[in-house]
């Protein structure tokens, strides 16, 4: 079935670089996504990519695909402590359809 | 803020009480998505609605139902809860070509 795997812990200092790791299993993924969610908050959703992508960059964030491997990453430059929050991988299928999440990374960045 | 409204923001009741939770999509947006967020099962989908229609069902239990009215908005019933139904349950909208969703700031559910 589908599913999605990422770390569930990420400690970085201020002004470093994050990236934070996903796999997931289904292949016929269209759409992979990444979402912010801060304490007490909803989710926020950060940037995707569409599958027949292999990059995309927005500010501080780039998005790397390996479809080859069902490989995912977030790279969060000069992270910030504002930064600290749980990122959330999901996958989607066909468009339109629900998100398959994974259990979410806790970024903590320190001073 | 992403334009998704939900109401309330937290909910307190007792086991055996049934609660509705309420969503308004953004404006523009045909589906509604619901999904729970609980510590143990992580974030769950639940059911979508497309202009009124259901139109994709997850793990939703037979004690929960939702709909989707006219106006778009959509409610989430929830009935002879029990302590295991504390949650946190999300609503997200999606646009007709179906890339992203937006979710709501969630309904907190405590059941006592």
């Known amino acids: 079935g589908e599913d999605v795997e990422q770390s569930l812990f990420l400690s970085v200092r201020e002004g470093d670089s994050s990236v934070i790791n996903c796999t997931y299993t289904?292949?016929?993924?269209?759409?992979l996504y990444w979402y912010k969610q801060e304490p007490g908050a909803g989710l926020q959703l950060l940037t995707y990519?569409?599958?027949?992508?292999d990059m995309k960059q927005d500010q501080r964030l780039t998005v790397l695909l390996n479809k080859k491997d069902k490989h995912l990453s977030l790279r969060i430059a000069d992270t910030q402590t504002g930064d600290s929050a749980i990122y959330f991988c999901?996958?989607?299928?066909?468009?339109?359809?629900?998100?398959?999440f994974g259990k979410g990374t806790t970024l903590s960045v320190s001073s | 803020d992403s334009g998704v409204t939900q109401t309330p923001k937290h909910l307190i009741t007792a086991t055996g009480q049934r609660v509705t939770l309420r969503c308004s999509p953004r404006?523009?947006?045909?589906?509604v998505y619901w999904y729970q967020q609980s510590l143990d099962q992580g974030l769950q989908f639940l059911i979508q609605?497309?202009?009124?229609?259901?139109?994709a069902k997850g793990n939703i239990l037979e004690r929960f139902s939702a709909q989707q009215f006219p106006d778009l908005h959509s409610e989430l019933n929830l009935s002879s809860l029990e302590l295991g139904d504390s949650a946190l349950y999300f609503c997200?909208?999606?646009?007709?070509?179906?890339?992203?969703?937006?979710f709501g700031p969630g309904t907190r559910l405590t059941v006592l």
């Open positions: 997200a909208s999606g646009n007709s070509g179906g890339d992203t969703q937006y």
């Open positions: 289904d292949s016929s993924s269209t759409y």
């Open positions: 990519i569409f599958s027949n992508m």
């Open positions: 999901a996958e989607r299928g066909q468009a339109g359809t629900a998100l398959i």
């Open positions: 404006s523009g947006d045909l589906s």
């Open positions: 609605y497309y202009n009124g229609e259901e139109r």
